[in-house]
């Protein structure tokens, strides 16, 4: 048996040989595994139901010889969001650190787990300073990583060759996780939490604010989950890194999913389940804050922006990453 990644059952972490005893008594017993992971055993393959580690085995499916057996479904309880992502954040604490921008999804993350976090950024990036308010009313351990543009210069070869799509919103996003996980490895950790997954189950985006049917728009960018996991575990492999994604736990999935649409924006602020969370945590001002993206937070666009435009590409940043694609 090869087991990548985490595995519980009914909120208990199993330990490997624990996996190993289950499926010698039950080859279906993946069926109602929880956790991140993927396994092979015996000419089967199964990962977890949204396969965040970004294997190339089909989410959420068992497959044995060819033939899928089952569709993964962890039988969880319907919690309320708070308790769904107090139990989501605990089974993912060991050994791990807080990706840390400053918003409200992950310092929501890291008042709930009480690790140490790290923040990443080209210098006078704006998240340095909303992370480091958000780590000091903590009182959190909080690394900050100035990225010079030598250093993203030289990653951005090594990042396209990672990511399956070379398109300049995956090169940005997977160019900020790749210095994210850069610090993380350097300070021993090899879990990375992160917020993604709570602008798809709650609203995130600027085009939610306009959405005019915001119910089947969440459940169109939530089907984009898993390509987003390839896209991202890919640079976190190149430093011997994972990412966790509490927000996408079936726990926190199911209490969202039974939140009304309707609810989720209000003043032109989307998240507001989440907001109403984070104020019992964290300061005013960060649990209602508007942020950009960490792409934009952190200065890594403008940078991709500038090198297009230096190098030619003064309309297109794609025509820039294929010109460096070109040159690997």
């Known amino acids: 048996m090869r087991l990548v990644g985490w595995v519980e059952s009914g909120g208990h972490l ?3 040989e624990r996996v190993a005893d289950l499926l010698r008594k039950d080859p279906l017993a993946p069926l109602g595994f929880g956790g991140e992971f993927t396994l092979e055993w015996d000419g089967c393959t199964c990962t977890d139901p949204l396969g965040v580690l970004g294997s190339p085995f089909p989410p959420g ?3 044995c010889d060819g033939t899928a057996r089952g569709t993964v479904a962890p039988d969880v309880p319907d919690l309320e969001l708070e308790p769904a992502l ?3 954040v605990a089974l993912r604490r060991d050994g791990g650190v ?5 918003g409200v999804d992950s310092a929501l993350l890291a008042a709930l787990a009480g690790l140490p976090c790290v923040t990443v950024g080209m210098e006078g990036s704006p998240d340095f300073l909303w992370a480091e308010q958000v780590a000091s009313f903590l009182g959190l351990p909080h690394r900050r990583v100035v990225i010079s543009p030598e250093e993203a210069d030289r990653a951005i070869p090594a990042v396209l060759r990672a990511i399956p799509r070379k398109a300049p919103l995956d090169l940005s996003i997977a160019l900020t996780l790749f210095f994210v996980c850069r610090a993380a490895a350097e300070e021993g950790y090899r879990r990375v ?3 993604q997954g709570a602008d798809e189950l709650f609203a995130g985006y600027a085009r939610h604010r306009e959405s005019t049917d915001l119910a089947s728009d969440l459940r169109r960018d939530f089907s984009g989950i898993h390509a987003q996991a390839v896209r991202d575990q890919a640079v976190a492999r190149l430093h011997a890194t994972s990412l966790s994604y509490p927000y996408l736990d079936p726990r926190v999935v199911r209490a969202a999913g039974r939140i009304p649409a309707g609810v989720l924006v209000a003043g032109g602020v989307g998240k ?3 907001r109403a969370i984070a104020a019992r945590h964290l300061p005013a001002e960060v649990a209602g804050r508007g942020k950009k993206a960490m792409q934009y937070g952190s200065g890594i666009w403008r940078h991709l922006l500038r090198r297009a435009r230096e190098n030619g590409y003064k309309r297109s940043v794609q025509g ?6 070109r040159g690997q």
């Open 193 to 195: 939490l992160c917020g």
């Open 98 to 102: 807080v990706a840390l921008s400053g």
């Open 320 to 325: 820039y990453l294929d010109w460096v694609t």
């Open 86 to 88: 107090q139990v989501s």
């Open 61 to 63: 499916v068992l497959v």
């Open 14 to 16: 199993l330990t490997g």
């Open 272 to 274: 507001q389940p989440l």
